[in-house]
């Protein structure tokens, strides 16, 4: 199909038609909240790739991998070329087995930057180019942090940018009962300020404020690790932030010392937790927003990501039982509004023409939207409807997510195993059942230099 040829109107009605004809797009093109002019100006240019192949390699599996096939059929309809999505739980060890023997895909789909970076510093990613990095500098919020987040060194060490994130979540949030914040009269805080002085005042009117629980099997303390990285995000700059999760500065460092008593702040007070802040551990974090669901409530807030509903009493209802707003960030303190969270980034493993031109098509909104409406896709590209998005739940968290000024990855995730997933883990236990931040602190920086 030389769509190239088309003007925006032909070239709409044309997929339209193919897709009356064969079913092959899942959404009619000219129809619903979609970009499709944008479309069918990129379909016009967009180069006829007949007959070439592009193969996608990442974790995606059912359905997921339905809805992300049927993104696909919009570059095929518009290009011609055949694109061949492959999925597998062992992504992480079969992308590198795959890449030392000369047969990587095209396209690599990484569920975290760690992987693909030791990957480029081999070689075996193709770098996007300046144009790419200007691009989504300028079209994706915060912009610049999606820049840096995929840019790695190569095997000579020079950083280039390798990884265009596509489809991200959210870990700032925190959930609420609308009915319960309106018969107690409260209202959603738009600062860290507020956020305290409400707690402060559930407490004052004989309420509990917060449900918090870290336990999750051998995986115990994890969630104080997103509320510890919240914290830091909302109290030191973005660069100290990535030097902590490098141990350019120390686990110690008074700076993380502060984020960590921050946390205890709203955990270690026995009157802003249910159960008491000797329950925090060992109550399971799938348990813990149970309370807000309680009459009388046990609770008013909980801070988790964009998942928990899946641990909501059964027929919760979105906006009526349950919502939530951003994790705010202090007035004073002039960070503005850092969202913590992750994504899966798209590399290229072995460059050609149409490779290049899928990496091209992805900038484009509609290679977003058609995700936004199948599934809890998120994306910061600013160019996209946020009608698109299936439900009001996506829809607000892809508000926050364009309202952001800086976006940072879970830091336990970019630090090494033994202290991410381990003592950084334990550490937060011990915290929360009364250990002073700093012994605990020295104690995680400790194991960390045990493994230099």
């Given at each position: 199909m030389k769509k190239r040829y088309l003007a925006g109107a032909a070239a709409l009605a044309l997929l339209a038609g193919g897709a009356q004809a064969d079913d092959h797009l899942?959404?009619?093109?000219?129809?619903?909240?979609?970009?499709?002019?944008?479309?069918?100006?990129?379909?016009?240019?967009?180069?006829?790739?007949?007959?070439?192949?592009?193969?996608?390699?990442?974790?995606?599996?059912?359905?997921?991998?339905?809805?992300?096939?049927?993104?696909?059929?919009?570059?095929?309809?518009?290009?011609?070329?055949?694109?061949?999505?492959?999925?597998?739980?062992?992504?992480?060890?079969?992308?590198?087995?795959?890449?030392?023997?000369?047969?990587?895909?095209?396209?690599?789909?990484?569920?975290?930057?760690?992987?693909?970076?030791?990957?480029?510093?081999?070689?075996?990613?193709?770098?996007?180019?300046?144009?790419?990095?200007?691009?989504?500098?300028?079209?994706?919020?915060?912009?610049?942090?999606?820049?840096?987040?995929?840019?790695?060194?190569?095997?000579?060490?020079?950083?280039?940018?390798?990884?265009?994130?596509?489809?991200?979540?959210?870990?700032?949030?925190?959930?609420?009962?609308?009915?319960?914040?309106?018969?107690?009269?409260?209202?959603?805080?738009?600062?860290?300020?507020?956020?305290?002085?409400?707690?402060?005042?559930?407490?004052?009117?004989?309420?509990?404020?917060?449900?918090?629980?870290?336990?999750?099997?051998?995986?115990?303390?994890?969630?104080?690790?997103?509320?510890?990285?919240?914290?830091?995000?909302?109290?030191?700059?973005?660069?100290?932030?990535?030097?902590?999760?490098?141990?350019?500065?120390?686990?110690?460092?008074?700076?993380?010392?502060?984020?960590?008593?921050e946390f205890g702040w709203f955990a270690r007070d026995d009157a802003k937790v249910s159960g008491g802040a000797g329950a925090v551990a060992s109550t399971d974090f799938r348990d813990s927003p149970k309370g807000m669901f309680t009459s009388p409530p046990q609770c008013y807030m909980h801070r988790q990501a964009s998942f928990v509903p899946a641990f909501f009493p059964e027929g919760t209802e979105f906006g009526v039982d349950t919502d939530f707003f951003y994790m705010p960030s202090y007035a004073d303190k002039d960070l503005g509004n850092p969202v913590l969270g992750g994504g899966t980034l798209m590399a290229v493993t072995k460059a050609s023409d149409a490779t290049m031109a899928f990496m091209e098509f992805l900038k484009q909104p509609i290679a977003h939207e058609v995700m936004m409406a199948q599934t809890g896709f998120l994306t910061p590209h600013k160019g996209v409807s946020l009608d698109a998005y299936k439900d009001d739940t996506l829809r607000g968290l892809g508000e926050i997510l364009l309202g952001a000024t800086t976006f940072r990855f879970d830091g336990s995730d970019l630090m090494p195993g033994g202290v991410g997933a381990g003592s950084f883990w334990t550490g937060m236990v011990d915290y929360t059942g009364g250990k002073d931040a700093t012994a605990v602190a020295a104690d995680i920086q400790a194991s960390w230099d045990a493994l230099k």
């Open positions: 899942a959404f009619t093109p000219g129809e619903g909240p979609f970009d499709w002019d944008g479309y069918a100006a990129w379909a016009e240019t967009a180069p006829d790739l007949k007959g070439q192949t592009v193969t996608v390699y990442g974790p995606w599996l059912n359905p997921e991998d339905g809805f992300f096939n049927n993104m696909l059929a919009y570059f095929e309809a518009a290009t011609g070329a055949d694109v061949i999505y492959t999925g597998s739980d062992s992504f992480e060890q079969q992308i590198v087995i795959d890449a030392e023997a000369g047969s990587a895909p095209n396209v690599a789909v990484f569920p975290q930057p760690g992987l693909a970076a030791a990957m480029a510093a081999k070689g075996q990613l193709a770098p996007l180019g300046a144009g790419m990095a200007d691009w989504v500098a300028q079209n994706y919020a915060a912009g610049p942090s999606w820049v840096d987040l995929g840019t790695f060194a190569d095997k000579d060490g020079a950083d280039q940018m390798y990884g265009l994130f596509y489809n991200v979540n959210v870990k700032s949030l925190v959930w609420y009962s609308p009915e319960n914040f309106e018969d107690a009269g409260y209202e959603v805080p738009g600062s860290m300020e507020e956020l305290k002085a409400l707690t402060e005042q559930i407490v004052a009117d004989g309420e509990v404020p917060w449900c918090i629980g870290l336990g999750s099997g051998a995986a115990t303390g994890w969630p104080a690790t997103d509320w510890v990285e919240d914290m830091m995000l909302r109290t030191v700059s973005p660069d100290v932030y990535d030097q902590w999760t490098k141990n350019e500065i120390p686990f110690d460092d008074p700076r993380v010392i502060n984020a960590i008593e």
